[in-house]
């Protein structure tokens, strides 16, 4: 079945939650139990929410014994309990198959997942509900990992926009904004995490005096800030990486000539830990030295 083009089924919009949310242990040993697990609790779907819910089992009775549908069926199902059932056992079912399937792979279902359930109009306003239910405080790491994990892919391309700059424009795209609202206004945090505009938003979520606010925006700047410091950290270990390549010798010769342990040196390369900045321009210079003197010595056998 072709996916509608308009959203066929209303999502409700989801508020930043005040109660705390029940609780079932979900087994998690395929993609079909996990499909199963949420079929079984159709008697916790409210009336608003059945027509969504017929579109879900609907979906799902279309690629049923489809093996290759089998990762899709688990997102899709996963995703609608996310935002139809309101158990904090779905969110804990969203990071074991992050777990399993990969971070990238499972942002790429659920997007896919988010049109099939909701068409391609109404596919934002879903993810943007499931979306507040991961920021919940009240959750577990590894779900909300899972969650900001579809938010922030690739959050730097978003198309720009004008930022917030009152605690009502903040509440509105916190409790209200599409998921394309959300990574539009994470996307200018991301480009600059530690600036001036990182830090309104922060000012302005404190001054809305709402902790579940606060919460969500404080999470999702350490989030941006996480995010560049790898990147940086990446960028640093592959510069050490070229140095070597370039220097022409081995890792525990140039250690020595830069005055560290060959142990140490390879933790700047793989990116476990990072050399100062004084230490990042005397491995530069040593490899250079090298280079021009293992240069040297070839140009002399050759002439030789």
């Not at 993609?31 to 609790?41: F, K, M, S, T």
């Not at 089992?57 to 899709?72: I, K, N, P, Y």
């Amino acid at each position: 079945m072709t996916p509608p083009s308009r959203r066929s089924q209303p999502i409700r919009s989801q508020p930043i939650r005040s109660q705390p949310i029940r609780s079932q242990p979900i087994p998690l040993t395929s993609n079909h139990d996990v499909v199963g697990a949420v079929l079984a609790r159709a008697d916790w779907v409210a009336p608003a929410d059945r027509a969504a819910w017929h579109r879900l089992v609907a979906l799902l009775d279309e690629r049923r014994g489809d093996r290759r549908s089998a990762r899709l069926c688990a997102v899709l199902a996963n995703l609608a309990a996310v935002v139809l059932l309101d158990d904090a056992g779905d969110h804990a079912v969203t990071a074991r198959l992050a777990t399993a399937l990969g971070e990238g792979q499972l942002v790429r279902l659920q997007r896919r997942a988010a049109v099939l359930l909701a068409g391609e109009d109404g596919a934002g306003e879903l993810m943007a509900a499931a979306c507040r239910r991961w920021a919940d405080p009240g959750l577990a790491k590894p779900g909300a990992d899972a969650g900001w994990a579809l938010v922030l892919d690739d959050v730097e391309s978003a198309p720009p926009v004008t930022g917030v700059r009152s605690v009502a424009e903040l509440l509105a795209v916190v409790s209200h904004g599409s998921f394309d609202d959300w990574r539009a206004h994470l996307g200018l945090v991301a480009a600059s995490p530690w600036g001036p505009y990182a830090a309104e938003v922060v000012r302005l979520a404190r001054r809305s005096r709402r902790s579940q606010v606060q919460h969500l925006v404080e999470d999702a700047v350490r989030r941006c800030r996480e995010r560049r410091t790898a990147q940086e950290r990446a960028v640093v270990a592959k510069a050490v990486k070229d140095c070597v390549a370039r220097s022409g010798v081995s890792q525990r010769e140039l250690a020595a000539h830069i005055g560290t342990s060959p142990s140490r040196l390879s933790s700047y390369v793989t990116g476990a830990a990072m050399p100062s900045a004084t230490t990042l321009v005397r491995i530069h210079r040593a490899s250079v030295v090298l280079r021009e003197r293992t240069a040297g010595r070839v140009d002399r056998s050759a002439g030789a």
